[in-house]
């Protein structure tokens, strides 16, 4: 039982702002002003993916230009960037960076395991496709109430034997499955299919034998 998890491509920006190595301080905060972004892409050559610089990279300069604290008290990394004037001298390197073809959820284990809001989208050499944020992996629950039970009908229970009765509906992206299973081994591979589909909120079991 499966049913077919939408990808990054789907729901990622594609229009994308990104600086190369040489833009300057106070032009990457000028573009995340504009273009209210809290992250750009570093490029290098044809668009290939060498870094990131993020609002917590900029910061270092402006904390340390308030409160100067002594060299022994900061640490090396907002020390370097303190002094950061370039983008190559100011981001985050390697990149974190996801590809296209990635699902939703593999996604948002990235973003939760590197503590990231944003995440560069590339190709299999690196170049720069797009990005996809916390809020577009949401956009996943903005999917209707009846395109989510037409989906889990037509892949979930297309699995389900013919001798079963179940049938679906969803209300505000809850699931339930009510009807006729005697095969009990079911239930629990039923569940993990529903909640793989995209958009489901919870699920609720109503099978009876």
Known sequence: MSASPHT??????????????????????????????????????????????????????????????????RPPTDQGKAGAVFAEELMSSPAVTVHADATIAEAARIMARRRVKRLPVVDGVGLLKGVVSRSDLLKVFLRSDEEIAAEIRHTVLLDVPTTARVEVSVKDGVVVLGGRLDDRALVPLLARAVRAVEGVVDIRLDLHP
Do not use: C, F, H, N
């Open 8 to 73: 990054v491509s789907d729901v990622m920006t594609r229009a994308v702002v990104a600086v190369g190595r040489g833009a300057s301080y106070k032009e990457i905060v000028e573009l995340m002003q504009q273009w209210k972004v809290s992250a750009l892409p570093v490029l290098e050559g044809e668009g290939r993916v060498i870094g990131v610089v993020s609002e917590a990279d900029l910061l270092p300069k402006e904390e340390y230009r308030l409160d100067s604290p002594s060299a022994a008290e």
